[in-house]
């Protein structure tokens, strides 16, 4: 079995990988383990971990990662919305979703420097996926039909869900929590997109396809 380590951010991309993405890929021999990044180190107890505060801590993360010889990949799963700005490339960066993701993950990768590292930044958030199927969402969440309506107009706007943008007031998981206050990511996120199923995220979410193509090689 191929062991691959995935950085995520949070709760809510472990519980993605270990419930949705690792089923899928333990036929092909591949065995995703994640380890959500430590905001702070302490001396006497547990770390903290979860959200990603700076770079450096992230970098450090991954560094301590890549010093397991027996993972054949190690990797990311960290939200592109909200991306400290300590990050590579960040300041260079350009407007258009896909080059942005595209220019950030390329310089990521040449700062950690490391032939088995691969980043993935979801484009723009883990709540894209929440958007692939809105009837799907809005039955899971238990949406009124005029929340149901709102979230599937959000979507008509947009050729694909990954090009929902990452502003503070129009980013995902802004929209969502605007129609449905009651979301909780840690809980809704996953249940939603292990109803949805991988074939439909990887359908709608073109960056995040790739990425998967890109494991299932391994």
Not at 4 to 19: W, Y
Not at 51 to 62: E, H, S, V
Not at 126 to 155: K, Y
Not at 167 to 188: G, M, N, W
Request: contains cysteine; negative net charge.
């Amino acid at each position: 079995m191929k062991r691959v380590l995935v950085s995520v951010e949070g709760q809510t991309e472990e519980t993605f990988i270990r419930d949705v993405l690792r089923d899928y890929l333990h036929p092909l021999d591949i065995h995703l383990i994640p380890s959500i990044v430590n905001t702070k180190i302490v001396k006497d107890g547990p770390n903290f971990k979860g959200g990603l505060i700076n770079y450096q801590r992230a970098r450090r993360d991954i560094q301590k990662l890549l010093t397991d010889s027996n993972a054949v990949a190690v990797t990311t799963f960290y939200d592109l919305y909200g991306l400290p700005t300590d990050f590579p490339g960040y300041d260079t960066r350009p407007p258009q979703p896909y080059a942005k993701v595209n220019h950030l993950e390329t310089e990521f990768s040449n700062d950690i420097n490391h032939s088995r590292f691969r980043p993935y930044l979801q484009l723009h958030e883990f709540e894209t996926f929440l958007f692939v199927e809105p009837d799907t969402t809005s039955q899971m969440l238990g949406l009124g039909e005029s929340e149901a309506n709102e979230l599937s107009g959000i979507r008509s706007r947009f050729s694909n869900p990954e090009e929902i943008n990452d502003d503070p007031l129009t980013a995902p998981s802004i929209r969502l929590q605007s129609i449905y206050d009651a979301y909780e990511k840690v809980l809704d996120g996953p249940l939603v997109t292990l109803e949805l199923g991988l074939s439909q995220l990887r359908q709608a979410c073109q960056h995040f396809d790739a990425w998967v193509t890109w494991l299932e090689g391994l």
